[in-house]
């Protein structure tokens, strides 16, 4: 009777020893063991044992080791290895007259060429003469009549850089007079945005027998220019 409460006894105190065991080694400050039986007892007993808290390095291995590793993707070496560029080391200089030149830009059909000239289209304002312009009848041709289309380059200035004459009826016979009178004035310059701009000025003069010249501003290249669009040979103002 007497051994069999005592094994009862014992058995209750080691379970709870057991469970209180297990509590604080989850806590990571205690373990437990089970020892051998010692010489003149039956039974085995559990000793709690008091561990000392890990080094914080090997806490933080150990959170590092649990944590997922990323994966890098592996470098190529040899031949696989994509072809770099090389570049000048800092502090030295490109000498920029060895570089190649730069292709030129196809000219567009029917653009003119060199600086961009806007047409009427584009501006907020056309240039216009600053005073009346009329053209000498030329005293040959006082009983011809006759109409020339002047195109005029003029810059930020209000001066004409270029011009061409793009139609003349008859041929030749006034253009001379034309040229000699437009080329020559100064203009209120073409608008973008109030502010000036190098533009196109197109001008029709019309000259009929009896009467004086008369002159008109044209919107349109375009007419000018026949079926298949070419660049506009110009003439440079001297």
């Known amino acids: 009777m007497a051994t069999e409460r005592w094994s009862r006894l014992l058995g ?15 806590t990571g400050l205690m373990a437990f063991r089970l020892l051998p039986q010692q010489e003149g007892s039956n039974h085995g007993h559990l000793t709690a044992v008091l561990l000392p808290p890990l080094p914080s390095s090997i806490q933080t291995r150990g959170i590092a080791e649990s944590a997922p590793h990323s994966v890098v993707a592996p470098t190529p070496s040899g031949s ?18 060895k570089l190649p030149p730069a292709e030129n830009a196809a000219q567009t ?3 003119l060429p060199g600086p961009w000239y806007y047409s009427a289209r584009y501006l907020h304002r056309r240039p216009t003469p600053l005073k ?16 020339v289309v002047l195109l005029m380059m003029i810059n930020e200035r209000g001066t004409v850089d270029s011009y061409q004459v793009m139609e ?10 034309v040229i000699e009178a437009f080329s020559h004035e100064t203009y ?7 502010y000036p701009v190098k533009s196109q000025l197109l001008v ?15 919107p349109e290249l375009a007419p000018f220019l026949g079926d298949q669009a070419k660049p506009v040979p110009l003439v440079k103002q001297k």
């Open 109 to 111: 059909p029917g653009l």
């Open 80 to 97: 696989d290895a994509p072809p770099t560029e090389p570049r000048p080391a800092e502090g030295t200089s490109v000498n920029i007259s």
């Open 132 to 147: 009346p312009i009329r053209p000498e009848y030329p005293k040959e041709e006082e009983n011809t009549a006759g109409q």
């Open 188 to 194: 209120a310059p073409g608008l973008i945005a109030n």
């Open 12 to 26: 209750s105190l080691a379970t709870s020893v057991a469970v209180h065991l297990v509590i604080l080694s989850a």
């Open 168 to 177: 003349s009826q008859p041929p030749g016979r006034f253009d001379d007079a």
């Open 204 to 218: 029709e003069i019309r000259f009929e027998p009896g009467s004086l010249p008369v002159a008109n501003i044209l």
